[in-house]
């Protein structure tokens, strides 16, 4: 890491794995991370210091909170796990009905709060979220420790390939790559052209955009015979969808941009941002545990899972106290790994295949647990698949999979190819899914999160 950026990191980051670390080549990192000791020590801490804040000053929390006893003092994680309930997306949104436009997850007043950002409301009813300066600068923090894993340095220059929005996707990612001292320009409201030529004009040497958006970029690059040669783009951070952690969807995209290496990411408006790609197990996420405290359940007992087995990804917000969150149940499919030291020397929860999905995207079909990233690695497998969408059929108590699938022109061996996915389909999930060969061209293309999956009720 150069001096630069690791001071950033040591004026601004916690001890966390993914600060303070050295790193060695190609993006390995080596020496330097806290024990799950020291982790846990850090995590219990800030959790006692964020229940005595928010209680009782934070009305929401104080009426959740309110049969748990006047002080909340827990002896250990495990203890507040016991003692803390879960809070659901629900619970918040009906918080906001009774008490709009904010809600009562407040801990301070009004006008300590300096900025606001909205959910996308994919599920629910969208939530604006208020952070004060404290709170944002956490976010920010969180940044800046990830951007030291991608290996990003203050020579780099940033493309957001992006529209910004009221979520909070990428503003603190920009807030970091400008506390960093790096170039910056946002690229929202341009064609996928003009982008291609900001890149190319600008020395770009890092584009951040969700992952389907890196891939259509870089398909109308090679359609439109765009001269990549001259691309300096050696990052491609993406964010937003689960396929920054799929091999094929990675391998495909980086054969699009020669020379530049997918780093994923993912980050909810109302969590933070969460995790940073293993640097040496890339199709793994590790969670910021400095900043956030981890759990996986069984979203239908809210137990525990086993490392290895899928589950609802859990998150305590450790920094962020003026709009807290206690044990969120996020929606976000994932497999923990065993916690023991990973093979990048880190001792954070690694996340194997980063997010699978949402747990309401998890659908059963046939009898089979399918959820958006299993179809993703299979359909991506295919490099002549330019687009896909998925139709599941709802009418009946059966639900049908079905798959449309559009083929980059002129490929070879388009015959055989609406068969061989079929067969692709019976061998991974011994599912018999129905597929469907489009002309090129008639399915949408996405820059925000790609909305591939289409339900059919009446
Ligand atoms: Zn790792």
Redo the contacts with the bound molecule.
Sequence with gaps: MPAETASAIREHGEASCAAGQTPVSGGQLAGGFPTREEIERLQLRKVRSLLQTILPANPFYARKLAACGPTIAPASLDAYTRLIPITTRHELVRDRLANPPYGTDLTFPLEAYVRCHQTSGTTTMPMRWLDTSESWNHLVDNWVQILGVATVTPRDRFFFAFSFGPFLGFWSALDAVHRLGCFCFAGGSMSSMGRLQAILDNGITAVCCTPTYAQHLGEVARDKKVDMTRSRVRLLIVAGEGGGSIPATRARIERLWPGAAVFDHHGMTEVGPVTYQ????PG?L?VLESAYLPEVIDPHTEQPVRAGETGELVLTTLDRIGSPLLRYRTGDLVKPRPRSV?????HEL?LDGGILGRSDDMVVVRGVNVYPSLVEAIVRGYPEVAEYRVQLDCRSAMIELSLEVEPVADSPGLDSLTRRLEQSFQAALNLRAPVMLLPAGSLPRFEMKAQRWVRVTE
């Design positions: 293993c640097p040496a197990r793994s590790h990973c093979v990048c020397g880190c690694a």
